[in-house]
């Protein structure tokens, strides 16, 4: 997978329902669900249903260290 698919996949569900799995280290993972809300040159930002906003940098979803479930 490379940036370019990476940008298209997100682009074509942006606005949609996503549900998210981020690694933060030693076996310790945070769930939420949210939107795609925008995506900028070096990172995109998903809005959760408690209204917070959360960046991540698209090498994060390349290297797996975000998961993306797209509903």
């Not at 298209?8 to 949210?34: C, M, P, T």
């Amino acid at each position: 997978m490379n940036i370019y698919l990476t940008k298209k996949i997100l682009k074509d569900n942006i606005g949609k329902n996503v549900s998210i799995k981020y690694n933060l280290g030693r076996n310790k993972y945070e769930h939420f669900d949210g939107t795609i809300d925008n995506l900028y040159s070096n990172v995109f930002t998903i809005i959760d249903n408690k209204n917070r906003l959360h960046s991540f940098s698209y090498n994060d979803y390349i290297m797996r260290q975000i998961i993306i479930d797209f509903k």
